[in-house]
């Protein structure tokens, strides 16, 4: 009998093809001359986290307080990443440095767009999902912002930008 | 799985970044999804995918290329990596799967369908509404959707191949899908030469949309490198499949070289070969006997010049008949029974059972005095007469004439006084080998039960090799927990 999804999402697979793959489609895309490839990633992302959280969702409501360890845990669970989070509630910011992203690892001098766009679409998809799942009485969501920081385009780590909103 | 495959697949599963599965699927599938956006059509998006996949592939192959070099170089074998492969490529189990060859007449190898059971790219497709594309609508003779899959996996074996200058190449088809609605992933794998395969490619009309096709030709056709280091020709003669063969039967190795140099050189089966000597059981030791003294010979010659100097000759022949009698006791039955029931598993499968029944009615005593009569009678072609020597050495140096410069003693006082001093010294001699003879049977039962002890239990699915493994699998655990 195949896997189900359900089975998948505790199993842990290596992700060095998939994640060369995506800069192989990103030169697909360039050569086809698309033009809103991040977009196109971001998307991916958000697809991503459409059907994943169908299988696995943080069993936390989304606060002010619970924001930092709930993404830590969807890092964990999904890329099985270990990252630094900070927040800034304040200039409504979410900077999360990865050190070991599995979109990011080799320097590419022929790319400029990191392969972790994938994360800035998929984390705020999440985050709205636990919301609905959650819902409080102030909500916090995010919004994509930009990768300031990417191995793929030769820095030591991944920085991902998230913009806080507080409703 | 051999201990050698199992420890590679665990060091590959936990050196390289994993995800979860899950995600792994559904970024396979975005990835696919995208292509297909932009080119709007199912059998390109296809081979785009497979191009996409192999690429990805042959990026990291080529970090790798040392570790894949103790991979084995010929098609055939290399598919009895395939587990090893998957893991490297997915990191994740294969699980149950079946290899089906079929002969095709004139061709060198087998046309190979892997049947695979579990495809975790597949896994649970369809049951989202994000799973968009419908491969249960798409033809049945292209690709499923494990295409980008298909042309990783093919990647790594024709990188594989190039690397050791093999002249064929691989080409897998996903013959049957689960996203299409079949109950496997089954893959057909045709082994083609390199010369048919530049013979396609002027067949494919070079236009746009042929680009990546010939691209993914310049692939496969890819040469492996020209000089080879002292490393790659070892690594050619000692690959993974050699030396697991090795480690998990290394009588079964022997056998099966023996098997084929019989099929070679004599053209017979070794069945057919070994029944020539049916009921002459007895005169196979006197034959391995006889045959390992000549073939010790071969090397220059050496025990005939030795022996063709008659005091040397009497020498060795004495030394012969005094191991002759002697090894009982300084070697123990129990070593010597080992071996001969070893010899008698080696025969088993290989010689008709009429046979080895016969050898393993022959005590180990008598077979090792069957080897050392065969022993005996090349010794004698070789320079030594056997017949011209007393009963021990002591009767010969009974036989010298009395020096020189003791001539005019009394006859009778020489003969009595030399013959009392040869009879102490041989006694001494006899006791010091019976002093020995304990100690050197001690050492070598030790060293005997030693070796075998440890031979048991790498061969045989031994206590060791599993405390290994188990030890080491949970190092891999904790390892990964570190990580994650």
Redesign the interface.
Known sequence: MNYSRADLVQATSASNQMRNAVYHLIRFMRREKVEDIRERLRRMGKNIALTFSRYWLPNVPLTKETLKSIVKDIYQTIFKSKIVPEVDFDKKILRITDSKCCLCKYNYPDIDIAGCEVIEGLLPTYVDILNKQFPQRTTISLRPSSVVKSKAVGDTHCLQRFEIIVK | MGFLTWIIKKI??TI?????????????R??F???YE?TDNVEKSIE?MR???G???L??LKRQTAILKFLPGEPDRVLKYFEVIW??????PLGDYEMEETKIEGAPYPEIRLKI????V???YG??K??TVRFDKMKKDIDGMAC?FIG?IEKVINYLLALKNNDFRMKIKEEKC?AKGDDILQFKCDIVSLEDLRLEIPSVEISEDTELQIAAYDLMLEEGPQKESILDKIRQKIDLDRIEEFIDGPLDSVKSRLSNLIRDKMHMEPEEFFDYFTNYERDLFKIAGYLGVHLLNEYGGLVEKFLSNNTFAKVAGYIFKQIQETYKIFIPLDVIDDYHQLFVEFLRNLAPEEMVEQFELLTAIEAADLIFEGAQGALEDLGINFEELKENIWEELKRQPPPEDEIGLAAEEIKGKGHTLIQIFQEVLMLINSILSLPVRMILAREHESIKTVIESTTSGGDVLESIKTHADKIFEYL?EM??
Do not use: W
């Open positions: 590959g599963k390289g970044r994993n995800t979860s599965s899950l995600f792994y699927a559904l970024l396979y975005e990835i999804k995208e292509i932009i785009i191009y996409v996949g690429e990805a592939s990026e990291s893991t490297i490529v997915f990191g994740m059971k579990q495809c975790p597949c896994g649970g049951s989202d994000e799973d980008g990783m689960f990964e990580r994650a």
